[in-house]
């Protein structure tokens, strides 16, 4: 069984930025994607960035330019670096993996920006 613990959350200023890291507690190697989504209160959980094990990256069109998803496989750890961040990307941000049939989910962190 495959934990994901993130991190690096926090309230922060309009334009400025966080890295959220992501660890699992076992080899990230064998996964086919990783990836971040966010759950803004009242809103549905959606996909930020995803990235294969290839190292493909996708973005939702909302942070294109601004997010940066990266993956550390000797670390098994998966990062989303935030720049000008912005009032509406305040949510919780749940890191994802997914391995197959399997799917895993980190417990979030809370990102909060003011205006």
């Known amino acids: 069984q495959v934990q994901l613990v993130e991190s690096g959350g926090g309230l922060v200023q309009a334009g400025e930025s966080l890295r959220l890291s992501c660890a699992a507690s076992g080899s990230i190697f064998g996964f086919n994607y990783l990836g971040w989504y966010r759950q803004a209160p009242g809103k549905q959980r959606e996909l930020v960035a995803i990235i294969s094990s290839g190292g493909i990256n996708n973005y939702a069109d909302s942070v294109k330019g601004r997010f940066t998803i990266s993956r550390d496989n000797a670390k098994n750890t998966v990062y989303l670096q935030m720049n000008s961040l912005k009032p509406e990307d305040t949510a919780v941000y749940y890191c994802?993996?997914?391995?197959?049939?399997?799917?895993?989910w980190g417990q979030g962190t809370q990102v909060t920006v003011s205006s």
């Open positions: 994802n993996a997914l391995a197959g049939p399997q799917v895993y």
